[in-house]
């Protein structure tokens, strides 16, 4: 499916918009999404909505490695994705304000966090850096030539 895309092989921040021009399209033709990022925070869901609706749609996962350094309200969120795995009365609850996956990550977006985590849609791993390495940051990202 990517192979149809008309992906340039950089994008320059300063010149793309990258969840637009990049991840989005990437998301919407994607059954498998593996990704390192420096930081993550749930803001990215609003913006990348399209795109990760078309991947649940395809049945698709996504896999992202990030630094544990996270907000309050994102680590919660996953702290209860983790919880809702074995709870099945709170991936209920988590499922039941879920109707409309755009809506959804754009309105109430940590609920959506946390069922995306509980549904095994999204799956992270924390880079954790040690050393004299003190962020792990990853900021290209490349096309399969």
């Known amino acids: 499916m990517l192979r149809k895309l008309n992906l340039l092989p950089v994008y320059d921040s300063s010149e793309y ?5 990049l991840i989005v399209p990437l998301l919407k033709n994607s059954i498998l999404y593996l990704r390192g990022v420096g930081f993550f925070t749930s803001g990215w869901l609003k913006l990348a909505a399209h795109g ?3 991947l649940i749609q395809n049945g698709g996962k996504a896999r992202i490695v990030i630094s544990p350094i996270l907000e309050k ?3 919660e969120a996953f702290q209860i994705g983790e919880e809702a795995k074995h709870n099945e009365t709170l991936k209920g609850v988590l499922e039941k304000n879920i ?3 755009v809506l959804a990550l754009e309105s109430d977006t940590l609920n959506a966090l946390a ?3 509980s ?3 999204l799956e992270f791993r924390f880079a954790v850096p040690h050393g004299a390495v003190k962020v792990f940051h990853k ?3 490349y096309k399969d030539m």
Do not use: A, G, P, V
């Open 73 to 75: 309200s994102d680590w």
């Open 139 to 141: 900021r290209i990202i």
């Open 115 to 117: 069922w995306m985590i």
């Open 17 to 21: 918009n990258l969840i637009h021009d």
């Open 99 to 101: 109707d409309d996956i």
């Open 52 to 54: 990760l609706t078309e």
């Open 119 to 121: 549904d095994e849609i």
